[in-house]
C-alpha cells in the first residue's frame, strides 16, 4: 500500500497514474470537499488532518511500502509529519514537487517570509490583493487592516471557516473573493481590474494551469506590482518534478520494500524530518 498525501491540483492525476500502473494506495487530504472529487474519480480516499503519531499509526495499520508526498509546496508542517513517519515505520519518503515557476519580470519581488510581504504592502499601501490562503492571513490582516491608504482584498477558498476568520480579522465582505481555483489568466486580470489593485501578494507554489503564473502574468501586464514569497527549504529525500520521474522512482521503491512498515529505515532522517 501506498500513503499518497495529496494537496495540489495535479496530485490527482498522478495518484490515477499510480492506480493504473497496478500500485495499491489510499489518498489522504485535508478536506472533505477535496476528498468527494477523489472517490468520485475511483480512488480509496481519507481526510483530516494527521499529526506524526497519528500518521505513523495509520502507515503501520496500513501495512504501507512507501509515502508519497504530493501536498502543497508550502505544507512544511506535513511534509515534517510525513518524513517522520515514514522514518518511525522503515519506509521510504518520496517526494513530488511541481517544478518551480519562472517568475523573472520587472515589477516582482521576491521574499522570504509572509512578515517580509506584509512589510511591504504597508510600506507600498494601496489597494493589495492577497492571494496566499487563509493560514496566514492573520499575519497581513494584523499590519493591513486600518491602515490608512490601504485596502486588503483576500482571495480565500469559499469555506465557513475561511469567512469567518475574515470576520474575526475585521475584513470587510466587499473585500472577500470567495472562490475555487484554478483561475485563469483572464479571471485574474478582471479581478484586478475590478478591485483596482496596485500589489498582489502570491506564494511561488508551482508552475501549471491556473497556478502562480497565471496570476503573476496577468499583474505584471496590467502593472500591478508583485510580491512572491519563495517556497521552504525542501525536506530531505527523493524529490521528483514529473510524471515520468514520479512513476519510475515508486517501482525502484517499491521493489526494495516487500516487507511493508518496519522493513529498511531509510538514509537521510532523523525524528524531525531534518539531515
Known amino acids: 500500500m501506498i500513503f ?52 505513523t499509526a495509520l502507515l503501520r495499520n496500513l501495512g504501507a511500502r512507501l509515502v508519497v508526498d504530493a501536498s502543497h509546496p508550502f505544507a512544511e508542517e506535513a511534509h515534517r509529519n510525513a518524513a517522520a513517519a515514514a522514518q518511525a515505520c522503515g519506509v521510504p519518503y518520496l517526494r513530488y514537487e511541481r517544478p518551480a515557476s519562472e517568475l523573472a519580470a520587472e515589477g516582482v519581488l521576491w521574499v522570504d517570509t509572509y512578515e517580509q510581504a506584509a512589510e511591504v504592502a504597508a510600506t507600498r499601501r494601496g489597494s493589495v490583493m492577497l492571494t496566499t490562503g487563509s493560514k496566514t492571513l492573520p499575519v497581513f490582516a494584523r499590519r493591513l487592516v486600518g491602515l490608512p491608504g490601504t485596502r486588503l482584498v483576500v482571495r480565500l477558498l469559499p469555506r465557513r471557516d475561511n469567512l469567518e476568520l475574515c470576520e474575526q480579522l475585521g475584513i470587510e465582505q466587499r473585500n472577500i473573493i470567495a472562490m475555487q481555483g484554478p483561475f485563469s489568466y483572464d479571471l485574474n486580470v478582471a479581478l484586478y481590474k475590478h478591485y483596482g489593485t496596485t500589489l498582489m501578494i502570491t506564494k511561488e507554489s508551482g508552475s501549471g494551469p491556473g497556478a502562480v503564473d497565471e496570476k503573476v502574468r496577468a499583474a505584471v501586464d496590467l502593472g500591478v506590482d508583485v510580491v512572491v514569497i519563495g517556497r521552504p527549504a525542501r525536506p530531505p529525500g527523493v524529490c521528483v518534478s514529473d510524471t515520468a520521474g514520479l512513476l519510475a522512482a515508486v517501482q525502484q521503491l517499491w521493489r526494495g520494500k516487500e516487507g511493508g512498515c518496519d522493513a529498511v529505515v531509510p538514509t537521510g532522517y532523523d525524528a524531525a524530518g531534518r539531515d
Open 4 to 55: 499518497f498525501l495529496a494537496g495540489t491540483s495535479d496530485a490527482r492525476a498522478l495518484a490515477l497514474q499510480l492506480q493504473a500502473a497496478g500500485y495499491p494506495l489510499l489518498v489522504s487530504v485535508v478536506t472533505e470537499h477535496a476528498a468527494e472529487g477523489l472517490r468520485t474519480a475511483g480512488l480509496e480516499v481519507r481526510h483530516g488532518r494527521l499529526d506524526q503519531a497519528a500518521m
